[in-house]
Each structure stands twice: as structure tokens, then as C-alpha cells.
DNA sequence: CTCATCATATGACCCGGATCATACCTGAGT
DNA sequence: ACTCAGGTATGATCCGGGTCATATGATGAG
């Protein structure tokens, strides 16, 4: 909506790690890709072409199974990077990626991105920073997965899509998010409502008692 | 059990990458340290102390829940590393390790690591290696948790267990890995019995009919 | 050898949540 | 204004699998 929302290309991940003249000579080749809101960027499985990063709006990888179901990974927002990975190694997107809104990423070449890399080794300090963050991130998801109940996850889920005290969220990306149906995010998030926890919308979710649900997404629940 | 059945320093990962001279500087700082079967190498949250690999055994790295639960994040086998991320950033391991079977581990103070990365920053890149696929790993842990029905899961961990043919693992160690209960690991190993998919004794689980197996793991099943 | 401990095994029960069906609401496009 | 697609809502039903109880078989320590 507002125009400022994005970010500057020295505040993105990785980027913000090279000097000033690095950047110059980079910046040349990074070609911005604007994108709407379900717009697809990428497929899981195709040959990973480019280093991604988010200058606005937002990003969700998610990964789909044979039986019909999609799952989030993760929503990334302005700064972030994505595809890092596989334009380093195997070359493959192991998941595929869409706009959560729409917005404007950056692409950049993946060899110009390996060249910058064997030009400078210690960069891959900071894309390794980002890829053991995320590594964190999915372990501990992989333990709320595993025995968390569908309440506690879809109040993780909630509160992580959360900026100032509101989700522009629909329960089905709430669903994909939790490993859950739409149907149960619904009366889920019902039952929230009814507990004056939240207060939904249609496409989006006001957080009334943050600590509440806090305390509901830290598992462990009666 | 047989003596020769771990590897040396050179096959390890991040190690292998280390030319000679580096690899003599470095080994004299390595110290062995032999563990059991149950023996706790470190705890969730406890600070970063070493960058460990494995030279002989096996370790788990694993996750506890509130409410009692385990869930085992990955198993690792000789050659692999483990720690290295939390070695590197913030401090605190963020999960904990066990020995799965008897074994020997290799452990690099933390500043003794950080301070090779320094000298040679391209090493980070074998860093980044290992995060990447176990990050790859996690996600489609993420994926299966997410919807896959407990046959399914169970059959990833026994295969993911099972080396020529047999698993060295109990119900419960299955359970853990497939974020399920004993009962229902052994029920559904009884099943898989039934069917003539593998054969179960204690502690040990042979594979009989690894494509059925497999079958079963790859999802969407009636 | 004995005992304590853990692994395996199986039944009974129940509940969370998936599935299926249906309906209303809301916003965008013609 | 009308239509239509997608979001929200709710009930009915069913079942996978968690929980609890109990029992026996294997194993290692003393």
C-alpha cells in the first residue's frame, strides 16, 4: 500500500555484507521482479537459477504432497533472502515459492552470485548465519510438529504472521502454516475469539491478548 | 563391536577440508572423547563448548517438549559433525546429543574453530554444506510431520536407521524419530511383520521387503 | 541365579481433528 | 445489479492414534 515499505538493497541479507564497491559492481545485475499476491516464483524442483531477496511485500516457501496437501515452511519478508542454497549446491529448488502480498523481490544471477563468493570466501559467513538460523527455525518446528496439538500450532502460526497487533492472514494460510485443515484453523481461531484472545476478519486476524495466546503457542496446554 | 568401523579425521567432515599442514596444526588440539550407549554428550542450552564429529558410533541430536515428550531431530553416524552452528553463532547448543550406540567423538574448542575459520574463511563453505542439507533435511521433516499418517513416518525412520539390511533400533527409539508413541510404533511394526515387510526382534529390525517399505514411506497411502 | 529394568505386546477406551456436506458472507469483475 | 469465486462458518460423522492398563519376554547387574 504505502510506498516506503520496502527496504534499501544494503539492508538485505548478504548484501548488507559487501563494501561499498562490491555493491556497485553487483548491483548492475540485480534485476527487481515485481509480484503479486499468489503468484508462484518458483516451482519445488526447478533448476535454481537465481539468489532471491525481498525488497517489499512478502514471500512464502511451502512444499506440497502427493496427496494434495501444502505446507509452509516459512514467510519471509523485506530484506530476506531465499534460494540461496540451492543456487549454491545441487542447483535444484527444494521448495517452491510465492508472494504472501504482493511486492518486488531482487534476483541475482546464480553465478555472479558464486563468483562474488569465491572472490570474497568470507561471505559465506553471512549466508551461512541466515541458513543456520532457518535450520533452527525448522527444528523447532519439526519438535512442535511432531506432538503439539492443533491450538498450540496454530498460535505459533498466528503470532509469527503478527506485525502490530494484526495477521493479514487467511485461516487457510493459517492452516497451511500449521500443518492443520481450514476447517479446524477456523473453529480454532473461534474458539479464540470466543476467549477474547483475537479478533478475526475476513483475510485478517487482531491480536487482543497477545500474552494469552503467547501462552497457548508455548505448548503445554490443559 | 569390530574395532576398524570408524573413520579417520581426514574423512570427517570440515576436517577432510583442511590441507595437511592445517589438519597436523589442528589434530593436537582435537581430544577423544568416548561415550556409551544413553550417554548425554550435552543439553539443550547449554553454551557452545566444542564442534564435535563423530569418529566411531552413532549420535542423536534430539529435543525434549513440556509435556515429556522426545523428538529426535537427526541420527548421525561416523564422519559427521554436529554443533558446529551454535559453536560458531550465538553460544548454546540448541539441542541435545546422546549416544545412540557406543562410540567415540572428536571435540575442537569452540575458539580453536572460529579462530581457523578466520584464517581461512573458505572453509566456511564446507560449514555451510553440511547446514544446507541438514536445513533440506529438517523442511521435508517439517513436510511429513505436517500431514503424513504415522505408518508413513515410522517407515522414513526405519529406513533412515536400517544399514545392510537391518536396524539397530527399538520401538521407542523409532517412535521418538517419527514424533509418535511406543505403542503405536509397535503396533504398526507389527503390521509391517503381518505383511511380511520386516522382521522384527528386539532392539534389531530386519527389512525384508525394502520396496514395500519404501512404498509406505513415499507418502499417500489408502 | 535372581531380580530389577526395559522392550515388546495387546486390549479397551476415548478424543482431537480430518473429512464431508452445506450455507452464508463478502468483494471483485462484467 | 448480478454473478461468481473464495473466505468464513457450522454440523455430522468417522477414525487414527494417543492414553491407560496389564502382561510377558529379554537382558544385564550383582
Same mark, same amino acid.
Given at each position: 500500500m504505502r510506498s516506503g515499505d520496502g527496504v534499501d538493497l544494503t539492508e538485505a541479507e548478504f548484501f548488507r555484507a559487501l563494501s561499498a564497491s562490491q555493491l556497485a559492481r553487483i548491483a548492475s545485475q540485480v534485476i527487481e521482479k515485481p509480484f503479486a499476491r499468489g503468484r508462484v516464483l518458483f516451482f519445488e524442483g526447478? %533448476?535454481?537459477e537465481y539468489l532471491w531477496a525481498i525488497r517489499r511485500g512478502a514471500v512464502r516457501q511451502y512444499k506440497g504432497s502427493a496427496d494434495g496437501h501444502v505446507t509452509t515452511l516459512e514467510v519471509l519478508g523485506p530484506g530476506e533472502i531465499f534460494g540461496a542454497v540451492s543456487a549454491l549446491e545441487e542447483?535444484?529448488? %527444494?521448495a517452491s515459492a510465492e508472494g504472501v502480498s504482493e511486492g518486488v523481490a531482487w534476483c541475482l544471477k546464480r553465478n555472479a552470485f558464486l563468483k562474488m563468493l569465491a572472490e570474497e570466501p568470507w561471505l559465506t559467513v553471512e549466508v551461512l548465519r541466515v541458513v543456520s538460523h532457518r535450520l533452527h527455525d525448522a527444528r523447532e518446528r519439526v519438535r512442535s510438529f511432531a506432538h503439539d496439538p492443533a491450538p498450540t500450532r496454530l498460535a505459533q502460526a498466528l503470532m509469527r504472521a503478527t506485525r502490530d497487533g494484526e495477521a493479514r492472514v487467511t485461516r487457510r494460510d493459517l492452516a497451511e502454516a500449521a500443518g492443520t485443515t481450514v476447517e479446524t484453523a477456523i473453529r480454532v481461531l473461534r474458539n479464540f475469539e470466543r476467549d477474547q484472545i483475537i479478533e478475526g476478519k475476513v483475510g485478517r486476524v487482531r491480536v487482543l491478548d497477545e500474552p494469552a495466546l503467547s501462552e497457548i503457542a508455548g505448548s503445554s496446554r490443559s
Open positions: 526447478q %533448476p535454481a542447483g535444484n529448488y %527444494p
